[in-house]
């Protein structure tokens, strides 16, 4: 299976489950992607991010790979496959490739600063892996440190007819979104998915902008579905509630640094993980922090039952 450019809807950012002494818990990875495939997401990504994909050995990842496509069945299954130098990028790469996986995520490394540094690495990248491989752009300026305008993401996508969609999570990321489809508009960049990220934190307003979908993480991925329907058909009110409602824990769980222990936390109080172990180095949630989220989901509970964990 390979993406289009009209892909849409909900492709949850997937954590790896970890056992408290570092190894993979696959009981709780079969669990996982069994969870998102019954919630209806459309998609999913693994080795992500936040998917603590550089702790993982090479057969780890392809056998993490294998376990979500076996649960998403006939549903698109993106890879990250950011690395370091070209030759680990095209392995993973190609593999995942013929394991069936959908599209490769590669995000920039930091040591670029120009437009022409970052397209030439796009170029040199398709050139890795193939240009009969469709990628998709991972635009996250808060962590690559490496900022893309609205006018070379135009470039790099005219460059590499293979990229099929832009993961969008510049932070502020609004005006690019327009931007970008202004120039589709007018006929001056060809189809192109973009899916927004940033953990969600700007998912009502994005939607109104223009956004396909939600490509990020969130430790109830089904608000991020009832959210983006609800958008699509025009209840833009509904809504807004639903994600009022729960900002609150979204915005805890956004915090730098700690953000992946409060989502594992979460999904290990909503029995979806055995435990929230993250694979050294890695940080842990104190018991004020537990605490705060435990408080956080009971008053989430009030106008959202799934939160009664």
Same mark, same amino acid.
């Given at each position: 299976?390979?993406?289009?450019?009209?892909?849409?809807?909900?492709?949850?950012?997937?954590?790896?489950?970890? %056992?408290?002494?570092?190894?993979?818990?696959?009981?709780?990875?079969?669990?996982?992607?069994?969870?998102?495939?019954?919630?209806?997401?459309?998609?999913?990504?693994?080795?992500?991010?936040?998917?603590?994909?550089?702790?993982?050995? #090479? $057969?780890?990842?392809?056998?993490? %790979?294998?376990?979500?496509?076996?649960?998403?069945?006939?549903?698109?299954?993106?890879?990250?496959?950011?690395?370091?130098?070209?030759?680990?990028m095209r392995s993973l790469a190609?593999?995942?490739?013929?394991?069936?996986?959908?599209? =490769?995520?590669?995000?920039? #490394?930091?040591?670029?600063?120009?437009?022409?540094?970052?397209?030439?690495?796009?170029?040199?990248?398709?050139?890795?892996?193939?240009?009969?491989?469709?990628? =998709?752009?991972?635009?996250?300026?808060?962590?690559?440190?490496?900022?893309?305008?609205?006018?070379?993401?135009?470039?790099?996508?005219? +460059?590499?007819?293979?990229?099929?969609?832009?993961?969008?999570?510049d932070w502020p990321g609004l005006?690019?979104?327009?931007?970008? $489809?202004?120039?589709?508009?007018?006929?001056?960049?060809?189809?192109?998915?973009?899916?927004?990220?940033?953990?969600?934190?700007?998912?009502?307003?994005?939607?109104?902008?223009?956004?396909?979908?939600?490509?990020?993480?969130?430790?109830?991925?089904?608000?991020?579905?009832?959210?983006? $329907?609800?958008?699509?058909?025009?209840?833009?009110?509904?809504?807004?509630?639903?994600?009022?409602?729960?900002?609150?824990?979204?915005?805890? +769980?956004?915090?730098?640094? =700690?953000?992946?222990?409060?989502?594992?936390? =979460?999904?290990?109080?909503?029995?979806?993980?055995?435990?929230?172990?993250?694979?050294? #180095?890695?940080?842990?949630?104190?018991?004020?922090?537990?605490? +705060?989220?435990?408080?956080?989901?009971?008053?989430?509970?009030?106008?959202?039952?799934?939160?009664?964990?």
């Amino acid at each position: 299976m390979t993406l289009i450019d009209k892909m849409t809807g909900v492709y949850p950012i997937a954590p790896t489950p970890f %056992l408290p002494d570092g190894s993979i818990d696959w009981a709780s990875a079969e669990r996982l992607f069994a969870f998102y495939r019954e919630i209806g997401s459309d998609g999913l990504t693994v080795l992500g991010m936040m998917g603590e994909a550089p702790k993982l050995e #090479p $057969r780890e990842s392809l056998d993490l %790979l294998k376990c979500a496509l076996r649960h998403m069945g006939d549903k698109p299954v993106i890879v990250g496959v950011s690395a370091p130098g070209f030759a680990a990028m095209r392995s993973l790469a190609r593999e995942a490739i013929e394991q069936g996986a959908a599209a =490769v995520m590669i995000a920039p #490394p930091n040591t670029l600063r120009t437009d022409d540094q970052i397209a030439t690495y796009y170029a040199q990248s398709v050139e890795a892996i193939g240009a009969d491989v469709p990628f =998709v752009i991972q635009d996250y300026p808060l962590v690559t440190n490496v900022q893309m305008t609205a006018g070379v993401i135009r470039r790099i996508v005219t +460059e590499n007819p293979s990229c099929v969609m832009l993961k969008a999570e510049d932070w502020p990321g609004l005006e690019k979104i327009t931007t970008l $489809r202004k120039w589709q508009a007018e006929g001056s960049l060809r189809a192109l998915s973009i899916m927004v990220a940033n953990g969600g934190l700007f998912l009502d307003f994005e939607m109104a902008r223009g956004a396909d979908g939600s490509n990020t993480g969130y430790a109830f991925p089904e608000m991020l579905i009832d959210v983006v $329907r609800l958008s699509k058909v025009g209840q833009r009110d509904k809504a807004h509630d639903l994600f009022d409602a729960h900002l609150p824990l979204l915005r805890y +769980e956004q915090q730098p640094g =700690v953000g992946l222990a409060v989502r594992k936390y =979460v999904m290990m109080k909503r029995g979806i993980l055995a435990s929230d172990a993250q694979r050294k #180095p890695g940080s842990v949630l104190g018991a004020i922090a537990r605490g +705060e989220v435990d408080y956080l989901l009971e008053r989430l509970a009030k106008t959202d039952p799934r939160a009664k964990v």
